[in-house]
């Protein structure tokens, strides 16, 4: 089994600033097939990247993926208030695994 | 438009069994896989399993294998998943997600079925 390890747990920002996620795999991930969701309390996860760097359907640009082979990262450009939740990184290259979550709250 | 709805709340005692819906519409059926994830309280999101519509095939991570049965009614474009021989570990919340055969990640969420085991 892959297992993904997400750094920092949490990120304390202030709206406008800049986030970086990371995600590292325990092995290579085939094809680069990672994706990262946003989760909040109450709603369903969100697909935002797929593939490790293109955004899902209707996703603003300010997210973006980058990475390969085992290390990962997603960067929101410019924080909104809308985009403080927990951020979730998968891969699908060998069956499917999640990372533990990276919570992004307000400084 | 694309819909993906799951069934209602459950509440069970241990060592029974729960089976949450998970109707689909808006899309042609076979040509997306049906995710299931599930998340307890204060943890994480857990994969459970995956069903190809297509052939009703399915796989499972070996933590679920017994555990999880994933069935789908063709003529209704339901997934279902049964739950078996609970425990207050069971307790989450469980979501239905679609994937497609192109592999681009989960793009479409049922909004959640929370199931409580409690005696």
């Known amino acids: 089994e892959i297992v993904l390890t997400q750094s920092p747990g949490t990120l304390s920002l202030s709206p406008g600033e800049r986030a970086t996620l990371s995600c590292r795999a325990s092995?290579?991930?085939?094809?680069?097939?990672v994706a990262w969701y946003q989760h909040k309390p109450g709603q369903a996860p969100r697909l935002l990247i797929h593939g490790a760097s293109s955004r899902a359907t209707d996703v603003p640009d300010r997210f973006s993926g980058s990475g390969s082979g085992t290390d990962f990262t997603l960067t929101i450009s410019r924080l909104e208030p809308e985009d403080f939740a927990v951020y979730y990184c998968?891969?699908?290259?060998?069956?499917?695994?999640f990372g533990q979550g990276t919570k992004v709250e307000t400084k | 438009q694309v819909q993906v709805v799951q069934s209602g709340a459950e509440v069970a005692k241990p060592g029974a069994s729960v089976k949450v819906s998970c109707k689909t519409s808006g899309y042609n059926f076979i040509d997306y896989y049906i995710h299931w994830v599930r998340q307890a309280p204060g943890q994480g999101l857990e994969w459970m399993g995956i069903?190809?519509?297509?052939?009703?095939?399915?796989t499972h991570p070996q933590k679920f294998q017994g555990k999880v049965i994933l069935t789908r009614d063709m003529s209704t474009t339901t997934v279902y998943m049964e739950l078996r021989s609970l425990t207050s570990e069971d307790t989450a919340v469980y979501y239905c997600?679609?994937?497609?055969?192109?592999?681009?990640?989960?793009?479409?969420w049922g909004q959640g079925t929370t199931v409580t085991v409690s005696s």
């Open positions: 069903m190809n519509p297509l052939g009703g095939t399915t």
């Open positions: 997600a679609r994937e497609s055969r192109g592999l681009r990640g989960m793009d479409v």
């Open positions: 092995q290579t991930v085939g094809s680069n097939y």
């Open positions: 998968q891969q699908y290259g060998t069956s499917r695994t």
